[in-house]
């Protein structure tokens, strides 16, 4: 089945090639995407992630690159209501903190999305999961939620209390994040584990300067 043609992009395309800018109004830049993709480990346990949200999350990855166009991703959706009020004890947060024993109880989040492969791992199975991940976070951050990509778990576990028959490569956990969250631009070679002060999560990040080669 062809998707139909998106008549304000082609549009928007076209008056691009003729030299005619277009600006979008209320449309966050990818830059601002970017700053406010930031891994919450503290949730609004109030705000109930709907699964129509998970959904439109979800969506965008039959618009996302492939290798070799093979989408051997799928997708497990967990709200609160289906599983996701339990799932964190199979997940492991903040392991540059342990002795917070994250997340504090009462900000767990309670939806998920569980991605999974119809094939074996491989390192362009691990890139398509990069590319995916990313682009879901992204999209969590544009309908007003955060989110955070978890690898730390036991799969087997999680197969088992899924009923999965595929294998779990990693979890997006989904919610209204409620942490402060700010980087810091470091010189490379500096300490680049995160850490906590006066109720501010830091993140190290390497300055432009010092990644270009």
Request: proline share 5%; glycine share 8%; charged share 25%.
């Amino acid at each position: 089945m062809i998707m139909a043609d998106n008549y304000l992009e082609k549009r928007e395309e076209a008056l691009r090639s003729a030299g005619r800018l277009v600006v979008r109004r209320n449309t966050p830049s990818l830059d601002t995407l970017l700053l406010k993709n930031r891994s919450h480990r503290a949730y609004d346990v109030s705000y109930k992630v709907a699964m129509r949200q998970l959904e439109t999350i979800v969506s965008v990855n039959n618009k996302i690159p492939s290798g070799k166009n093979g989408q051997v991703l799928r997708f497990k959706l967990l709200d609160a209501s289906t599983g996701g009020a339990d799932f964190c004890r199979y997940l492991r947060f903040g392991g540059y903190l342990p002795e917070l024993h994250l997340p504090i109880p009462g900000t767990e989040p309670q939806a998920f999305i569980v991605v999974c492969s119809t094939c074996p791992e491989t390192p362009t199975v691990d890139i398509d999961l990069g590319i995916s991940l990313q682009s879901m976070a992204l999209k969590a951050v544009e309908i007003g939620l955060n989110a955070i990509i978890i690898r730390a778990f036991n799969r087997e576990e999680v197969k088992v209390a899924l009923g999965l028959e595929l294998e779990p490569l990693a979890v997006l956990a989904v919610g209204k994040g409620t942490e402060k969250i700010e980087l810091v631009e470091v010189p490379a070679g500096s300490d680049l584990r995160y850490y906590r002060r006066d109720g501010i999560h830091f993140v190290p990040k390497i300055s432009i300067s010092d990644l270009l080669l």
